[in-house]
């Protein structure tokens, strides 16, 4: 294989299977890529990735679901970087942004080299088979999503597109009706497959990733019950996805081969690194995260060393929350951190110190305005007073304990 990144050199297999359409590698070669992509759940936003690659020209998927605010900002830090020769060794491929502990979305650029070591990790793992079809449910934005669609590329299999918003039952239709046997899902999304107590997996899916999000025993073990071979995984947007998967459904995490964790915090070395963050910052060759971890033969993510709330997949941090609760009319204070839930791994929680003027209608309407969907308090404890440390500080283990009630 000439050039694993090549759609082109890939030719006329098919790349892309949608419910309405069968599309080829080779109608890559017809798109125009911009460095920086608003990419949505369609065939052409995985067409104008392909041509980037084949081109080697870098892009940038970004997040269709952003503030305008924030969806411009990150639109001109991509277009304004300085990446260099685009063929040279080490040259920018691809710009994901996440989140870091200071709650700001960090620009992260992918090489090549750490976009095929993740391909090839991966496929160690769990081994293409000839029939395979991987399923692309995840945001094309995040790791995950865009780690299918990079990982088909240089195997040379198709993945089964679910276009627009998730839809449960679609996504049973089309897992058995194009003979999916690997998908990649968050936990909310393996509730949501699960909520029709009738489904249970067909017999050719042979795996599901399962990350992005804490996911209770009690949901892999539904899962495994109706059929479901949950792999759990874990990986970042600095390794472009997976570093650790379960080799059997149901089992521990186990490091991928060619990586190497140590600690808590966790830290991380392999070939799947990024060069560098978007600011010039270095990435490789080791990444310390935020995880508190126990590491051996296979690895345990014990929680995270920040406050950062994970649910449903999507980072919230209580900052940026807090700023927005504090500023509603009635509210003295405010508190934000993170409740364990069996649905979406955690939610939302505020603590409000409230004087008599407080409106809760009024707060929820606001709160419903300024904030997306995932960062709105799911879960509420109002008081007159939140308690705090001797030296005048939130104390957040205290406010975290208190009992609260849903939204």
């Not at 065939?43 to 940038?60: E, F, G, R, T």
């Not at 990586?259 to 910052?281: C, F, K, Q, T």
Request: with cysteine.
């Amino acid at each position: 294989m000439s050039d694993p990144l090549s759609a082109v050199a890939a030719g006329d297999r098919t790349a892309i299977i949608t419910r309405s359409e069968v599309v080829p590698f080779s109608a890559a070669g017809h798109i125009e890529s911009p460095r920086a992509l608003v990419a949505v759940a369609e065939v052409a936003s995985i067409l104008a990735i392909y041509a980037a690659l084949d081109a080697h020209q870098p892009i940038a998927p970004l997040h269709s679901r952003l503030a305008a605010a924030e969806l411009a900002r990150q639109r001109a830090l991509v277009e304004a970087a300085d990446l260099g020769d685009p063929r040279g060794e080490g040259a920018a491929s691809v710009m994901l942004f996440t989140s870091g502990s200071t709650g700001a979305a960090r620009g992260i650029i992918h090489t090549r080299e750490s976009i095929l070591a993740n391909a090839r990790a991966s496929e160690q793992r769990l081994t293409w088979q000839p029939d395979d079809r991987w399923l692309l449910c995840l945001p094309l934005a995040h790791a995950g999503g865009l780690s299918i669609v990079t990982r088909c590329l240089t195997a040379r299999v198709p993945l089964v597109l679910h276009e627009g918003d998730f839809d449960a039952a679609a996504i049973r239709a089309l897992i058995a009706e194009h003979r999916v046997t690997l998908a990649s899902l968050v936990p909310t999304q393996l509730v949501a497959l699960l909520d029709d107590p009738t489904w249970r997996a067909p017999s050719h899916l042979r795996a599901v990733l399962l990350g992005g999000a804490a996911a209770p025993r009690a949901l892999i073990d539904q899962a495994l019950a109706r059929g479901v071979p949950v792999h759990e995984t874990y990986g970042l947007t600095e390794t472009f996805g997976q570093v650790a998967t379960a080799c059997e459904p149901g089992g521990p995490l186990v490091p991928l081969d060619g990586v190497e964790l140590a600690g808590s915090p966790l830290r991380i070395r392999g070939p799947m690194l990024a060069a560098r963050y978007l600011d010039g910052a270095p990435i490789a060759p080791e990444l310390t995260t935020a995880d508190l971890a126990e590491v051996g033969a296979t690895l345990r993510i014990v929680g995270r060393a920040d406050d950062v709330i994970i649910t449903g997949g999507e980072n919230v941090h209580p900052a940026e929350v807090e700023a927005v609760l504090a500023a509603t009319p009635g509210v003295r204070h405010a508190c934000v951190f993170g409740v364990a839930d069996a649905r979406w791994g955690q939610v939302v929680a505020a603590a409000l110190a409230t004087s008599d003027d407080f409106d809760r209608a009024a707060a929820t309407e606001r709160w419903q305005a300024l904030l997306p969907p995932h960062a709105r308090p799911r879960r509420l404890a109002l008081v007159r007073a939140l308690p705090q440390l001797p030296n005048g500080k939130l104390d957040r283990r205290a406010i975290a304990a208190l009992p609260t009630e849903p939204a």
